[in-house]
């Protein structure tokens, strides 16, 4: 499985736009990239999902350089209710055989 | 979506005792996960479990120590074996969206389990 790193945590105010890079240099052709949101007590959410360029939903939106080396999570106009940890996951998601692993995290903090 | 219950949210343990903790889920999946969170730390996977088939185990895990029932396509059991405090952490089950999204895992709240 590729090895991701992430910042370990980031502060914001807000209103703001949030962007959490996610560092995958050892990505593989077959794997996605995945990011997860968890709230303390409860067990993580997806959030978004893609594979090259940028997707976009009603959360959050991804985006993915050429070199798929990186990826970018943009938050955008963050609210207290944001704070969480948020996960970054690469790995093949084609096979019956894969198993998400989670890297440490970035713990993001929104204040008033 | 799939929803997940846990049983129990939360115990208190002896060390030397067991542990079983339930994972019911509200559709048929074919792949259900334990992971482990430790105080302050990320998940890690504990092992897979499938119908019908001997669970998974990830290196670090044996069977001895956390066995796996599962008995059909909404239900699994993972059970913590001779508790000692090290095995305090958050234990959660998860599965598999059966939507198009290859990978999208939904987590039940988790069972927060303390050894003393």
């Known amino acids: 499985l590729a090895k991701t790193t992430q910042p370990i945590s980031m502060d914001s105010y807000e209103g703001q736009e949030v962007n959490i890079t996610c560092s995958h240099n050892n990505i593989a052709t077959n794997d996605y990239i995945t990011w997860y949101q968890q709230f303390p007590s409860q067990g993580p959410r997806f959030i978004i999902q893609?594979?090259?360029t940028k997707v976009t939903n009603e959360v959050a939106s991804l985006f993915i350089p050429a070199d798929r080396k990186s990826s970018t999570l943009s938050l955008p106009r963050v609210s207290l209710s944001d704070t969480a940890v948020y996960y970054c996951?690469?790995?093949?998601?084609?096979?019956?055989?894969?198993?998400?692993?989670f890297g440490a995290g970035t713990t993001v903090t929104v204040r008033a | 979506s799939a929803v997940i219950s846990q049983k129990p949210s939360r115990d208190i343990c002896q060390r030397g005792t067991s542990l079983t903790i339930q994972c019911q889920v509200d559709s048929q999946v074919t792949m259900m996960f334990w992971y482990r969170q430790q105080p302050g730390q990320s998940l890690t996977l504990i092992a897979t479990a499938n119908q019908g088939s001997e669970a998974t185990y990830e290196s670090g895990f044996v069977i001895d120590k956390f066995p796996i029932s599962r008995p059909n396509l909404t239900f699994s059991t993972l059970t913590v074996s001779n508790m000692s405090p090290e095995d305090s952490s958050i234990y959660l089950c998860?599965?598999?969206?059966?939507?198009?999204?290859?990978?999208?895992?939904?987590f039940g709240s988790g069972t927060q389990l303390s050894v003393l």
């Open positions: 996951l690469v790995g093949d998601m084609s096979s019956n055989d894969y198993k998400l692993s």
């Open positions: 998860s599965v598999e969206s059966r939507d198009s999204v290859i990978g999208k895992l939904f």
């Open positions: 893609g594979y090259k």
